[in-house]
């Protein structure tokens, strides 16, 4: 079957200290997390892919969200990246923290190491059989890092400058996971 690659259809940030203000207007390049400067200034970013061609009986066996980062923040030591399932439609043009659509508390993590700039990637091949089978409605992921420390990173949107820095949810067969260095 080999691999399938999505670009995502909408992508913001969201600012809790510019509350009510629409990045994805003002910096479009960038997908932001965890705190910037001092409390009351954490960052969010949401992503959505449209699967809607996609059915159970093309058999995945995996999904991965592949991001990249290219601005790190982090002083010292590690944070940990959720993702989240998010639970209700949400416009990338209108979206803001004060308007963010509620999300699941079920999580997926990576851990960025301080200073460290590339590709990270999440494994959610559970969410992607969930997104098909119907037990849960498609609306993006949501995506939170540390927003207790200044810790800010910047991941590459939809309309990085980059093409092959562009965030990716990349699907595969079983046969291909090993071709393609995911196992």
């Known amino acids: ?5 999505f670009n995502p259809c909408q992508f913001s940030s969201i600012s ?7 990045l994805r207007r003002t910096d479009p390049t960038a997908l932001y997390i965890s705190r910037y400067q001092n409390p009351g200034d954490a ?11 996609l059915t159970l009986d093309q058999n995945y066996q995996a ?4 991001l990249f980062i290219y601005r790190n923040h982090i002083e010292k030591g590690t944070i940990e990246a959720a993702i989240h399932p998010i639970m209700a439609h949400w416009d990338q043009y209108s979206v803001n923290w004060n308007i963010q659509p509620p999300f699941s508390d079920a999580g997926h993590t990576v851990i960025i190491p301080a200073g460290w700039e590339g590709h990270v990637i999440f494994e959610i091949s559970g969410l992607l059989q969930k997104w098909l089978d119907g037990t849960m409605q498609n609306h993006g992921l949501i995506i939170i890092g540390d927003e207790k420390h200044d810790n ?15 965030p990716q949810l ?10 393609y260095g995911l196992v």
């Open 1 to 5: 079957m080999g691999k399938i690659v």
């Open 170 to 179: 990349i699907l595969i067969s079983e046969a291909s996971k090993q071709y």
């Open 63 to 66: 999904a991965y969200l592949k």
């Open 43 to 53: 960052f969010r970013s949401l992503l959505k892919f449209d699967l809607e061609l």
């Open 152 to 166: 800010l990173v910047a991941f590459a949107s939809g309309v990085y400058p980059e093409r092959d820095k562009r």
């Open 16 to 22: 809790e200290w510019n509350h009510s203000d629409i």
